[in-house]
Every structure is written in C-alpha cells, then in structure tokens.
C-alpha cells in the first residue's frame, strides 16, 4: 500500500471514541477525516478535541459510507447494529475496523464471517486486551518458556468505584442494560469479551465452559452481571476461570473505568501476574514473574489502558500498509464471540457447554 495515510471515519462519538481516535491523530498512516454521529453536535466536539475540526461531520450513515474521502470505518455502535453496519461498509467497498464483540449471536457472526472472507478488503474486530503492554509482556514471556508450559489462566474482573474515572455519560450505559440491544450482561458479555480473548490468547480455544452469572442492582439503578464465576477446560486438561466481582466500595484507582483486572497463569515452572488493566489496586508492578525461587518484576512498562487501544489500532495500520492479518480477523472474533455465548448458555441451563453444542 501506498505511504498516503489512510483516510478514517469514525462512526459513533461516544464515551470509548476519544480512546479509538488517539492512533490516528500521531500516526503518519492514518487521519481521520469524517466523523458521524447522530449528535452532530458531539461529533463536532470531539473532532475539535482531536484536533481534526476540518474533519467532515455527517448525521447519517449511508452519506458517510458515500464520501470518497473516507478509506476505512472505525464502527463504535451498539452491538445490535455492528451486523448491519460492518455489511453495508463492505458494500460500499470500504476497509472495516468494528468494535467488539462482533455480533449479537452466532448466525449473525456466520453472516459477517461469510462477507469478510469474501471480501477483498480487511475487516477487522477490533479487540485491544491482547494489546495492553503489559499483556503483551507476559504474552512474550509465555512464548519465550518463561513459565515452562501453561497449565492454567485466572482472570478476575472487579468493577468498584474512584475518584479519578471518567463520567460515563447515561446513554452509554442505558442501551447497555437492554437485552435486544447488547446481546447480554454488561461485565460477562460485553466487557466479559476482553476476558475471554485474553483466555484464548494464552491459552487457545476452550472445550468446556460451566458459568454461573448473577446479577447485583447498583446505586444508580442500574444492574451489573456479577457476582459471577466462568470455568473453562482446554485441551490437554489445562483449566482456567474468570471471576466478575462488582465491590461498590472498593476505590479504584484510574481514569478510565472503575474497574480492576488480575491476571494469573501458572505453568509447568513458574507463575506470571498481571496486575492492570481499566484501572488497578495500589502501585503493584504491570508485570511479575516468578520461577525458580527467583522474582522479577517489570515495571518500566506502559500500563495506561489507552496504550491497549494506541497498539491494536497501530497493528491494524501496520498490516494495512505492509500487509498480513488484522488481530482479530471475523473468523477469530467469532470464536470470542462462541467462548462468550457458551457461558451464558451454561448459567441459563445450569450445567456445562461443551463449545461443539456451540452452532449458529
């Protein structure tokens, strides 16, 4: 691909686009030139607080898929109209870069895995986990042997309270509360689709999910999809869990979201944590790892959370300009997507899910 930068619009300007928009406002290879929005009003503030106010604003969708300025969609909707809109950029021929988790279910998600791989323009799912410097650091480590041969991931999930998040505006977290449009419970499903790519990075695909998913009302009405607890068995009887907590008193520190994440994998020789992720809990280092009665700790590492969205977006770029695979392509989201909806198969019918029984 040629060195002009690609020209990006970015569709929806809500609470998580300032992190989506950081990359192509310092790369050379990429620039956002429109942006929509159907508060035109918002998505002029945010072009202004990017530093792009020449970018072109548009009110509708299909206008925007209709400019010639625009090479490549970030598409940062609801989760009900990803199926829908990630079609119609193909249609107009555009690159696609769309937000998680991909669909609302597996026929969706075999929908939009058909189009992708027909298509002869990347798509995209964008996930930014993987991403996050110090998970890329213990990914490093892992693969390095550092740890000998993984055994076991435990992820833990704790949403809490600070002093220092960002105001997540009412309508970003309405829809979310709303079944028809998120697909499901806003810890285990939607940011649960983190969780599960992490367990996939490190571990591979499961073969075995057992959930139990409650739910908590919140002070503000509103209700979190925890306490809950996701076991999964992998090939080779290697396991993993993931345990959502929501602690309404327990002060997170961050500016992000409220919000903690943990993780541990132990192998056949030594253990690795991961200590950051939205926010953390106290001053810990990123990373540590310990094997042979010997502890190191990594703590020259970036660990604010916008750095996760700064390097899959950078990734993306780089393949679109030197070549090779996005991270995630539709085929792997959907198999985020199927680790996701196994779980809430297994709380509603109470037993566990085998991810085979998992099918469109």
């Given amino acids: 691909m040629s060195d002009t930068p690609l020209r990006v619009g970015i569709v929806g300007t809500g609470r998580i686009s300032d992190l989506h928009a950081i990359e192509y406002t310092q790369s050379t290879r990429g620039q956002i030139t429109a942006l929509c929005d159907r508060d035109p009003a918002l998505a002029r503030s945010r072009a202004t607080a990017w530093g792009v106010d020449e970018a072109a604003i548009e009110e509708d969708y299909d206008a925007l898929l209709a400019r010639d300025d625009v ?16 079609l119609k950029a193909m249609d107009a021929g555009k690159i696609v870069s769309l937000q998680k988790p991909m669909c609302m279910d597996l026929a969706e998600a075999d929908q939009l ?53 960002w105001e997540v505006p009412k309508e970003a977290d309405a829809w979310r509360q709303e079944m028809d449009k998120a697909g499901g419970g806003p810890l285990v499903f939607d940011d649960g689709h983190h969780k599960f790519a992490l367990a996939w990075h490190f571990m591979g695909q499961a073969e075995e999910v057992h959930a139990f998913i409650h739910q908590t009302q ?8 925890a306490p809950s607890q996701i076991s999964f068995r992998f090939p080779g009887n290697r396991i993993g869990n ?20 943990r993780v541990e994998i132990t192998g056949t020789e030594g253990v690795i944590w991961i200590n950051c992720g939205h926010g953390s809990i106290g001053n810990m ?12 700790e990594y703590k020259d590492i970036p660990s604010g959370w916008e750095q996760s969205f700064v390097q899959s977006t950078r990734h993306f770029l780089n393949v679109l300009h030197d070549g090779g695979d996005p991270l995630l392509t539709a085929r792997q989201g959907r198999e985020v997507l199927r680790f996701a909806m196994a779980a ?9 899910i085998h991810l085979g029984e998992m099918r469109a």
Wanted: proline share 8%; charged share 25%.
């Fill in 218 to 225: 919140r002070p503000d009405g509103g209700w979190f999809d």
């Fill in 113 to 165: 895995v058909a189009a992708a791989e027909a298509y002869d323009r990347p798509v995209k799912i964008f996930e930014n986990f993987i991403f996050h410097p110090p998970v890329k650091k213990a990914k490093a480590l892992v693969d390095e042997g550092a740890i000998g041969t993984p055994l076991s991931i435990r992820i833990k999930s704790n949403p809490g309270k600070s002093k220092t998040a």
């Fill in 242 to 261: 993931l345990e959502v907590v929501y602690s309404p008193d327990l002060e997170i520190a961050g500016q992000y979201y409220a919000q903690d994440d």
């Fill in 285 to 296: 280092p990123p990373v540590v790892h310990y094997r042979d009665g010997q502890v190191t």
């Fill in 71 to 86: 090479d490549l969609v970030e598409l940062l909707l609801p989760h009900h109209l990803h199926l829908s809109a990630a």
């Fill in 344 to 352: 809430e198969r297994s709380a509603r019918e109470g037993r566990a």
